[in-house]
C-alpha cells in the first residue's frame, strides 16, 4: 500500500513534465513570452532590447510561427516573422533565416525559454523570455 501511494505522489509531482513527453502539449508554448535580447557583439549596429514573441501553431506539424518584437517606449514594434521548427528531442525551437542569413535556437522549459541568434557561427544576441500569458 505505501508503494502505491509514492507511486502516486510521483505521478502527480511529475505529470506536468510534457516536454520530456513524446506528445507535446502546445498549450505550454503558445502564447506571449517576454525578455531581453542582448547584443554579444559590441560595438555593433546591434542594441540590447526587451523582446516579446506570440507564438501561435504552424500551418505545419510540429511547426510554430512566431511573431518577435521590441520594445521601444514602451511599445512593441515589429521585428521578425518566421516559423520554427519544433524538436521535442531537446524541447527546442529552430530558424535559419536565409535572408539574413541567422540561425535561432530556443529551448524550452516550463516557463523559460532561452536561446542564441548565431551568424557565421558567432552568438549575436543571447534571448531569455518568460511566458507571460497564453493566446
Given at each position: ?19 520530456a ?63 520554427f ?51
Amino acid at each position: 500500500m505505501r508503494s502505491f501511494f509514492l507511486i502516486s505522489i510521483q505521478a502527480l509531482l511529475f505529470a506536468d513534465c510534457s516536454y520530456a513527453s513524446s506528445t507535446f502539449n502546445d498549450s505550454l508554448l503558445i502564447g506571449t513570452w517576454k525578455g531581453t535580447s542582448i547584443c554579444q557583439i559590441k560595438p555593433s549596429a546591434c542594441h540590447d532590447e526587451i523582446a516579446v514573441y506570440h507564438i501561435s501553431k504552424g500551418e505545419k506539424p510540429g511547426t510554430y510561427h512566431i511573431v518577435a518584437n521590441k520594445v521601444i517606449n514602451g511599445k512593441e514594434e515589429d521585428m521578425a516573422v518566421s516559423d520554427f521548427i519544433f524538436d521535442p528531442a531537446d524541447n527546442s525551437l529552430f530558424c535559419y533565416e536565409e535572408k539574413y542569413k541567422v540561425t535561432i535556437k530556443l529551448i524550452v522549459k516550463g516557463k523559460s525559454m532561452n536561446g542564441t541568434l548565431e551568424s557565421d557561427n558567432k552568438v549575436y544576441r543571447i534571448i531569455k523570455l518568460e511566458k507571460i500569458s497564453q493566446q
